[in-house]
């Protein structure tokens, strides 16, 4: 069963990210490869099986992106961003673990609405948008220590396997990782 850790590990190391189309390099478990690669709504994929799916909020903030976030976003560093990070639960347990990362926050910017997201999922938004581009997805391994927020017992031994994609509104980037926690598998 997986618990909050009562400590907050900082030791991170940034994920490796490749193509989707090489996936093969990942050690993954293969029942993973369609989650990992499925454009669809993951939420509507998780409440097929999970019906009474969740979501708790880890942090919502706003805070400096993560070295390869700011890469693949294209902005310096030191941009704050407003970054939300939650599980996706199902009876109880960190099915997933979600970080949205949304630079240039302001009320110009179409997803400042998602401010009033609260405890909904992500997707029930995302799916609805109309004329919503997504980029291709990016995925890795990584242990869970190494997502911020993602506070777990024994996270240095709970592998995570992970996709992530951009979603553009206009000329506004929202940078989506989902990462598939290996224990809940």
């Not at 941009?79 to 949304?102: D, S």
């Amino acid at each position: 069963m997986l618990k909050p850790s009562r400590t907050h590990l900082t030791l991170r190391h940034e994920p490796h990210w490749i193509p989707a189309g090489l996936i093969h390099r990942l050690k993954s478990p293969r029942q993973l490869h369609d989650w990992l690669l499925d454009s669809s709504s993951l939420t509507a994929k998780i409440r097929i099986g999970c019906p009474e799916m969740d979501v708790r909020i880890l942090s919502e903030t706003y805070e400096k992106p993560l070295i390869s976030e700011a890469h693949h976003l294209k902005i310096p560093l030191s941009q704050k961003t407003w970054i939300r990070c939650v599980f996706l639960m199902c009876n109880g347990q960190p099915i997933v673990y979600a970080r949205t990362v949304i630079p240039y926050w302001k009320t110009g910017n179409p997803w400042y609405a998602l401010k009033h997201l609260g405890n909904r999922p992500l997707g029930e938004v995302l799916f609805q948008l109309p004329n919503l581009k997504r980029t291709p997805f990016q995925i890795t391994q990584t242990h869970a220590q190494n997502w911020p927020h993602l506070d777990l017992e024994d996270s240095k031994q709970i592998k995570t396997f992970a996709r992530k994609s951009t979603f553009i509104q206009g000329k506004y980037p929202l940078l989506l990782t989902e990462a598939f926690i290996e224990s809940s598998l």
